[in-house]
């Protein structure tokens, strides 16, 4: 209940020691009087003396504590216009089937475990903006950007290979990307391309893209599995000033994703919000109705 308190000025609750110091060598000093038989209402006004010490007391506290401006947080938001847009692109061409990724598991092919991997890659971009194209024979949006990261997970998952046809449209893929990020320039934009062969069904050249990632200042980071077109993608990594690697495992494959994670950090810590409610006003109003109460029971004695 009381995890999620806290306070704005928590030096305040210094004051307390003050109250204690001058509450043990600060009294004030009064005429004492010798009263005949004063034994008498010595016990009700020792009763009557706790009752007032408690609430002056609390009354203290209560103010302390408001001043101390405890508060509730809410949530904790990101603002998203400060991350990175990133363009997840993967292939998802018939030699996706192949079951090699993962020695430990055979049943999964190779779309199964980067699908695996690139959920959790999108975990942990909490303030980007992320993007999923697959390509085969031709290109598709799976998602736009979006800060959505349950629902790419999702649509990752009913993913399938084959699901845009058995070739690979690489370099049209790209081409498709690029088209989405250059609305986008305001940002940092990345695209990071993952595929397991040649390219086989594009119709846009390989100089083209590379002019229009160097046009746009998009950084192209790409993924080659086993035996893939490696020159083309080294080209492509190369010319957008980003880093080409290879992937011979699903272990060589999540390194991989780490490093690029790595490599483009958004500023997260500079772009938090957080909700609160304020609660101060609770104790204050307490102290309020006690400080009556004393005044009332002192006026009385």
Same mark, same amino acid.
């Given at each position: 209940?009381?995890?999620?308190? !806290?306070?704005?000025?928590?030096?305040?609750?210094?004051?307390?020691?003050?109250?204690?110091?001058?509450?043990?060598?600060?009294?004030?000093?009064?005429?004492?009087?010798?009263?005949?038989?004063?034994?008498?209402?010595?016990?009700?006004?020792?009763?009557?003396?706790?009752?007032?010490? &408690?609430?002056?007391? %609390?009354?203290?506290? /209560?103010?302390?504590?408001?001043?101390?401006?405890?508060?509730?947080?809410?949530? &904790?938001? /990101?603002?998203?216009?400060?991350?990175?847009?990133?363009?997840?692109?993967?292939?998802?061409?018939?030699?996706?089937?192949?079951?090699?990724?993962?020695?430990?598991?055979?049943?999964?092919?190779?779309?199964?475990?980067?699908?695996?991997?690139?959920?959790?890659?999108?975990?942990?971009?909490?303030?980007?903006?992320?993007?999923?194209?697959?390509?085969?024979?031709?290109?598709?949006?799976?998602?736009?950007? !979006?800060?959505?990261?349950?629902?790419?997970?999702?649509?990752?998952?009913?993913?399938?290979?084959?699901?845009?046809?058995?070739? &690979?449209?690489?370099?049209?893929?790209?081409?498709?990307?690029?088209?989405?990020?250059?609305?986008?320039?305001?940002?940092?934009?990345?695209?990071?391309?993952?595929?397991?062969?040649?390219?086989?069904?594009? &119709?846009?050249?390989?100089?083209?893209?590379?002019?229009?990632?160097?046009?746009?200042?998009?950084?192209?980071?790409?993924?080659?599995?086993?035996?893939?077109?490696?020159?083309?993608?080294?080209?492509?990594?190369?010319?957008?000033?980003?880093?080409?690697?290879?992937?011979?495992?699903?272990?060589?494959?999540? +390194?991989?994703?780490?490093?690029?994670?790595? /490599?483009?950090?958004?500023?997260?810590?500079?772009?938090?919000?957080?909700?609160?409610?304020? +609660?101060?006003?609770?104790?204050?109003?307490?102290?309020?109705?006690?400080?009556? %109460?004393?005044?009332?029971?002192?006026?009385?004695?």
């Amino acid at each position: 209940m009381f995890s999620n308190i !806290s306070f704005e000025y928590p030096y305040v609750f210094l004051l307390i020691l003050v109250f204690i110091f001058c509450a043990v060598y600060c009294k004030a000093k009064s005429a004492t009087y010798l009263i005949p038989h004063l034994n008498i209402f010595k016990q009700s006004n020792q009763k009557a003396s706790i009752l007032i010490n &408690t609430i002056k007391y %609390l009354i203290a506290l /209560l103010a302390i504590i408001s001043l101390a401006s405890p508060i509730k947080k809410l949530d &904790t938001q /990101l603002i998203k216009n400060d991350g990175i847009n990133i363009m997840l692109n993967l292939d998802a061409s018939g030699s996706m089937k192949y079951r090699d990724l993962d020695k430990n598991d055979q049943s999964k092919n190779r779309f199964d475990v980067v699908k695996d991997i690139v959920k959790d890659f999108i975990d942990k971009r909490k303030a980007d903006n992320i993007g999923l194209v697959v390509f085969g024979d031709f290109v598709m949006m799976a998602s736009p950007l !979006s800060f959505d990261k349950n629902t790419q997970n999702e649509i990752l998952s009913y993913l399938e290979v084959e699901i845009a046809g058995q070739k &690979t449209a690489l370099i049209d893929s790209i081409a498709s990307s690029v088209n989405i990020l250059k609305e986008k320039q305001d940002t940092s934009n990345i695209i990071i391309v993952l595929s397991d062969g040649e390219d086989t069904a594009s &119709t846009i050249p390989l100089n083209i893209v590379i002019k229009l990632l160097k046009k746009y200042n998009i950084k192209a980071y790409t993924i080659g599995i086993g035996n893939a077109n490696r020159y083309v993608l080294n080209e492509i990594a190369k010319q957008s000033n980003a880093k080409a690697y290879t992937a011979f495992s699903k272990d060589d494959l999540a +390194l991989i994703y780490e490093d690029i994670n790595k /490599l483009e950090k958004s500023e997260i810590d500079q772009n938090k919000i957080i909700l609160k409610e304020y +609660l101060y006003f609770y104790p204050l109003f307490i102290a309020v109705l006690l400080l009556i %109460l004393l005044i009332y029971l002192r006026s009385r004695e």
